[in-house]
């Protein structure tokens, strides 16, 4: 259970502190380049979800949050974390980034953005550690069923 402490509070901590520099030392619509045409800091708020869909809409995203987050905790709370440790490290990596991103919609009324990247001269959305923390636990999660299917598939044609 520690490495899910660890590792959500890790995300939490990293996403609220960058969220934080970003409100301070810039304005909303600043960029600042890192790399000229490749990544850029630019202040962006989201009052929507990804790709900026159901702008405004507060409430479902409290209830959806609110599940999400009720949900991950019973799921940790079943699963063997020593056997399953890629699916708790993923666990704890979405359930840092929805209550970054939670934290967010309640103070702001909206989602800090501030990671903004350009490929090939295309402008991606804008995002933060939080975005990118469930983002990647949804990757893990889906490599660790496919890890466990693999190995229930073996496990059953191997006797």
Known sequence: ???VL???ALVLVAD???KQ???????IGES??????????TYHRNSGAAFGILQGQMLIFYIITAITV??????????NLKKQRLLAIALSLILGGALGNFIDRVVYQSVIDFVHTVWWGNHFPIFNIADTALVSGAILMLFSEL???KDLYFETNNK
């Open 32 to 41: 600042r380049a890192v790399i000229n045409n490749f990544l850029y800091i």
């Open 1 to 3: 259970m520690k490495i």
């Open 147 to 149: 890890k466990q299917s």
């Open 6 to 8: 660890l590792i959500t």
């Open 16 to 18: 609220q502190v960058t």
């Open 70 to 79: 009720i949900g991950i905790i019973i799921w940790l709370s079943k699963i």
């Open 21 to 27: 520099l970003i409100t301070r030392t810039m304005e």
